[in-house]
C-alpha cells in the first residue's frame, strides 16, 4: 500500500506523525442542522475524516484533518459558555483570584482569547479592571459586548497581537480557555501570546487534560474544532519555543472530563507542582506512542457496549432521549451510530442550540422541559461531563422513575 503522506506536527513541524485512533467520517460537532435544510435538496450536510495522532518528537496529539476555522467558528457557532453554572463558578473564582495575585487596577489590562459570551471577563470589568475580549463567533461577540465586555470580534494570532502593541496595548494577564486546541496556526497563536504579553505578565491557558482523554476513554471529546490534545510535556515545549515557560499547572478533575490550567510566562519560576506534573507524565509514558496504542481498541468496545445497551432497553419497548446537545454528543451520536431510531430527541438548555436538528443524525433538539413532558424512561447524559449539575437540575425527572445513562468512561445505567 502506497505510503501515507501525514500532514506535519502542529506544533514542531515533525513528519513522524504516528495515527492511534480513527473515528471515521463524521459532521462538524457544532454545526447544528436548521429543520428545513433537510427537506432542501441543495443542503449538503459536511462530513469530515476524524482521526487523531501522536507526535513522537514534541509528544502533541492532534487530529490530522484540518477544516478551515471560518466553518468551525463563524457559520451558526452557537457555543455558549454560560450556560454551566459550574463553569461560571470557576471562570469568577480564577479571575478575582488574579485580580489579587497580580494587584490588578485600572492601569492593567486583561485579554481573554475566545471570550465568547463575556462570561469571564465581565467577572474583571465588575472590579474595574481593563478588559479586551477576542472571539471570531458572531453571537457570543455581540453578546459578550451588550454585556459590557468590549470584544473584538476577530481570530487571535500574531497580527492581531502587533496591531494591538502598535496601539499601546500590552496585556498584564491574558487567559485563553478551552482556545489554544481550537487553533490551525499553533505557532501563530503562541507567537502571538509573546507579544502581546508584558515582561512581566502571565498567561493562564485551560484544555482538557489528554491523559484523562485516554485514561476515562473520553474518545467523544475528540471534535474537528479540537486539533490539539495537550500534556504538560508538549505545552513546555511549545511554549519554550517562543521563549517562554510553563511555570505552574492547576488540574480540575471535574471541569469538562478533567482540565489543566497552565501558567506561563517570559521569566523561568518552574514550580515543583510543574515540574512533578512532567516527571509523572515521563513515568506514566504519555511522552511515547505505547501510551496510546491500545485506545483505539477501548474506544471500540465502548462503541459495541452502548449499542447493546440501547438496543436492548428498545428491544424491551423502553423510550430514551439525550441530553445536552454538546460538540461531545455530536461526535458520539455519529461515531457510535446512535439515531433517531434509539433516541427520539435531545434536550439542552442554551436557548440558542433549541430548535435545531444535531448534525449527521438529526434528533431535534428541545428545551429541558421536553424530559418532564414526555417523561422517556432512560436518558442518555450527552454532557456527562457536568452530570452532577443535570442530575440536581433534572432531579424531578429522576423522582418520576426517570434513568440516565453514561457513555463514558464505559457505558452504565446510573
Ligand atoms: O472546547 C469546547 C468545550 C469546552 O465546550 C468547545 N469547543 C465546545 C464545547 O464543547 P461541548 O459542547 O462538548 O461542551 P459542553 O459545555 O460540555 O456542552 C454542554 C452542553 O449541555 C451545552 O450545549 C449546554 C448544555 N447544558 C444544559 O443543557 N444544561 C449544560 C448544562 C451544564 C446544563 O445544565
Ligand atoms: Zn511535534
Redesign the pocket.
Known sequence: MAERILPPCRSCGGTQLRPFLDLGVTPLA?ALVKPGLLDDDTFVEGFFPLEVAFCPECTLVQILEEVPAEKLFVENYL?FSS??D?LLRHSREHALGLVGSRGLGPDSLVVEVASNDGYLLKNFAEVGVPVLGIDPAPEPAEAAVAAGVPTLQDFFGVELAERLVAEGKRADVIIAN?VM??VPDLNGFVGGFATLLKDDGVITVENPYVRDLIEHGEFDTVYH??FCYYSCTAVDALVRRHGMFLNDVEYFPDL?GGTLRWWIGKQEHVSDTAQRFLAEERELGLTGYGYYADFAGRVEQIRADLLELLRGLKAQGKTIAA???????STLVNYVGIDTDLVDFVV???VH?QGFLMPGVHQPIRP?EALLEEQPDYVLVL?W??LD??AR?QSEYLANGGRFIVPVPSPAIV
Not at 441530553?323 to 454528543?329: E, R
Request: glycine share 6%; charged share 25%; net charge negative.
Open positions: 457544532d457555543y450556560f454551566s459550574h478551552n486546541a481550537h474544532e479540537h469538562h441530553y445536552g446537545a454538546a460538540a461531545k454528543g439542552d438548555r442554551n442550540k429541558v454532557a461531563n457536568f449539575e443535570i437540575q
